[in-house]
């Protein structure tokens, strides 16, 4: 799927990021992070869609549009750089992409993590379930929603 989108400086991540992008799920997801298989894998999914920010990137977004709906699978920007609006760039763009074929969007968040739930809540996602033990660690997920997208 193309990184088609309104703001410059979001791209469409690539392989040639690879290398950066297993740094970033390190220091963004020390739980359960994607390995380098994975990562490479989301990259070349059919109806996948992973935009980025910067050379080399300070974050990343990463979702599946499936028919109509759009399910977001991680949000990261590097601890370096947060509280600057970067997450908020990425968000707007991943919906402006994803808008081409969803019209609403599903996520899950682990029920420990304080941040990206305020950032989602900020962003007008809402709760709307919880899934106990949902993670290999036994930590909770909480179902969001966002709908229209
Ligand atoms: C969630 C994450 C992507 C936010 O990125 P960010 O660039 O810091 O976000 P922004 O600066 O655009 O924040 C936008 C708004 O979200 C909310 N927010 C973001 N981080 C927050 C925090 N730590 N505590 C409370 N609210 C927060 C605020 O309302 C913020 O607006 P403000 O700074 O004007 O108050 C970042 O914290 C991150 O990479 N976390 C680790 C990975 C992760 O857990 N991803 C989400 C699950 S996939």
Same mark, same amino acid.
């Not at 220091?27 to 989301?42: K, Q």
């Not at 999914?45 to 050379?55: A, C, E, K, T, V």
């Not at 908020?88 to 899950?108: D, T």
């Given at each position: #799927?193309?990184? +088609?989108?309104?703001?410059?400086? $979001?791209?469409?991540?690539? +392989?040639?990021? @690879? ?6 799920? +390190? =220091?963004?997801?020390?739980?359960? &992070?994607?390995?380098? &298989? #994975?990562?490479? !894998? !989301? =990259? %070349? ?5 992973? @935009?980025?920010? &910067?050379?080399?990137?300070? %974050? ?8 109509? !709906? ?14 600057? &609006?970067? %997450? ?7 919906? /402006? !992409?994803?808008? /081409?074929?969803?019209? +609403?969007?599903?996520?899950? $968040? ?17 709760? $709307? %379930?919880? /899934? ?9 997920? #909480? ?7």
């Amino acid at each position: #799927m193309s990184a +088609a989108n309104a703001d410059p400086d $979001v791209r469409a991540v690539t +392989a040639a990021d @690879l290398d950066r992008l297993v740094e970033l799920q +390190a =220091l963004c997801f020390p739980v359960e &992070g994607w390995t380098r &298989g #994975m990562l490479a !894998e !989301e =990259l %070349g999914r059919p109806g996948g869609i992973f @935009l980025g920010l &910067g050379s080399p990137l300070v %974050g990343y977004a990463c979702a599946w549009a499936v028919l109509d !709906e759009l399910h977001l699978l991680q949000i990261a920007v590097d601890p370096s750089e947060r509280r600057a &609006g970067q %997450g908020r760039v990425l968000h707007a763009a991943l919906l /402006r !992409e994803a808008r /081409r074929h969803a019209s +609403a969007g599903w996520l899950e $968040v682990r029920a420990d993590n304080p941040a990206a739930i305020a950032f989602y809540l900020r962003h007008g996602w809402q709760q $709307v %379930g919880r /899934r106990p033990r949902y993670y290999a660690d036994g930590t909770d997920a #909480m179902l969001f929603r966002l709908d229209p997208l």
